[in-house]
């Protein structure tokens, strides 16, 4: 053993099936909540419901959903997360060169985020199922867009077997808004605010989320990585801690801070 080195310690490890979650949220201050949803699977809204709940026994007066990185997923996922948000009014419609097939989905009252003021993060990452909430809600007027321009995810495909293991891969319609604007294939979506990061800063931002998730790592030292303890947080203008910047360490997730300046200044307009 080195000097100075640690003296040997006993780690009980207990294997366990890992299941990543598709939506996590925390209550970013005392009135805005974020809810980040990082893929549209099929138990999504399970957990998108139990997140709702939790914000409102919170009492969170908005909210941040943050779609960035999310490549999408099930359509119908993204049609029941859309309606949490927006009351009425066509939430997407699927399009192709047959009429008689197309598909028009529609809001219902009686979500519990109906009255929530709200901004949706997205970037080059979000896509398709994404792409298609997002549309919603920056349509119907019920959420800003802050961040980059999407992926462009907007045709539907159906996969014809051909036999001998092999396929054909056939567009046969396409995605389009409450807007009634096709949401086009490589063009994505414009955010209302664009606020640019570069890719070291975003490959920054996710280790350090990684990281925040393994808290009961140990270092050679046999402490604890808390880097909240050990690297002062930001301070906003009210003198609290700005979630934005203590959530992500020393990396400062300015798309996260910008979102959080526009809702603070819709709740202080009310």
């Known amino acids: 053993r080195h000097i100075g080195a640690p003296a040997d310690i006993t780690l009980t490890l207990t294997r366990a099936v890992i299941k990543p979650a598709s939506v996590e949220w925390e209550m970013l201050d005392s009135a805005i909540a974020l809810i980040r949803v990082n893929s549209f699977t099929a138990k999504v809204m399970d957990e998108m419901n139990d997140a709702a709940k939790g914000l409102l026994e ?13 490549p999408g997923g099930l359509l119908d996922k993204a049609v029941e997360m859309a309606d949490l948000f927006v009351a009425e009014g ?4 699927v399009k192709g060169r047959n009429p008689a097939r197309n598909v028009v989905f529609r809001a219902r009252k009686g979500g519990p985020l109906e009255q929530l003021p709200a901004v949706v993060l997205v970037d080059e990452g979000s896509a398709s199922a994404s792409e298609i909430v997002a549309a919603a809600l920056r349509d119907h007027n019920r959420a800003m867009l802050v961040g980059t321009r999407t992926f462009g995810k907007g045709s539907v495909q159906n996969v014809i077997p051909l036999g001998d293991g092999e396929a054909l891969k056939l567009t046969t319609a396409k995605y389009y ?16 605010i664009n606020v640019p990061l570069s890719r070291e800063t975003l490959i920054a931002l996710r280790n350090q989320e990684r990281e925040d998730k393994l808290r009961g790592a140990w270092k050679l030292s046999g402490q604890l990585e808390e880097e909240e303890k050990s690297a002062p947080a930001e301070r906003a203008e009210d003198g609290k801690e700005d979630g ?12 996260l801070k910008a979102a959080l300046n526009v809702l603070r200044w819709q709740l202080a307009a009310k």
């Open 58 to 70: 919170k009492n969170a007066r908005a909210v941040i959903l943050d779609l960035r990185g999310n």
């Open 244 to 255: 934005a910047t203590e959530r992500r360490g020393r990396v400062a997730d300015y798309q």
């Open 177 to 192: 808004r409450p807007s009634d604007k096709p949401i086009e294939d490589r063009q994505g979506i414009l955010p209302d």
């Open 90 to 93: 066509v939430i997407v419609s």
